[in-house]
């Protein structure tokens, strides 16, 4: 398994301000006031722009790994070259899908429950925590892998948000 590099959003791009301010809309919604869980879910949703962020793990022979079963067999068998990285794009990803396109993940060739994706990611995310045990990191990863559902459910509002059409008007004016 490896990792594509990211592929970056200007740090002064409007659509960070965006959906840091709608990130912050949805998780004040549900009574969640963590600026790091914030911050980092608004980032998750930037860097996540570009499809090819979203689907950065790839097989032995490049090929791209877009679903989570493939994704998780894939680090079992095979030795990633950076384990903590792929762990932590497999928690970005799931914590992605299940918040804003969950109607996919029964919908797919190769279906799978919504509960499969939220375990994936609350445990990668725990994984991570531990590899980063004394770093100011840590924190922040426990917090993604217990508050797992509640960020799913800020994702699940903003998602809404989204597709009302005024919203979509002003997506279309910042990009």
């Known amino acids: 398994m490896s990792l594509e590099s990211r592929r970056q959003v200007p740090a002064d791009h409007p659509i960070r301000k965006m959906f840091r301010t709608l990130t912050e809309m949805s998780f004040e919604h549900i009574d969640i006031h963590d600026r790091d869980l914030i911050r980092y879910v608004a980032d998750l949703l930037v860097e996540f722009i570009h499809v090819d962020n979203l689907f950065r793990l790839r097989d032995q022979e490049g090929r791209r790994l877009n679903q989570l079963v493939d994704m998780v067999l894939d680090l079992r068998d095979q030795a990633p070259t950076d384990e903590r990285e792929a762990r932590k794009h ?13 109607e996919s993940l029964t919908r797919r060739r190769r279906a799978v429950s919504p509960e499969y994706y939220i375990t994936q990611g609350k445990e990668a995310y725990l994984i991570v925590a531990e590899m980063d ?37 002003l997506l279309k004016q910042l990009v």
């Open 90 to 102: 497999i928690g970005d990803y799931t914590l992605f899908m299940t918040g804003l396109y969950p």
């Open 133 to 169: 045990r004394s770093k100011p990191t840590e924190t922040l990863f426990r917090k993604l892998s217990d508050q797992f559902e509640y960020c799913v459910t800020a994702l699940n509002r903003e998602k809404v948000v989204l597709q009302d059409p005024f919203y979509q008007y």
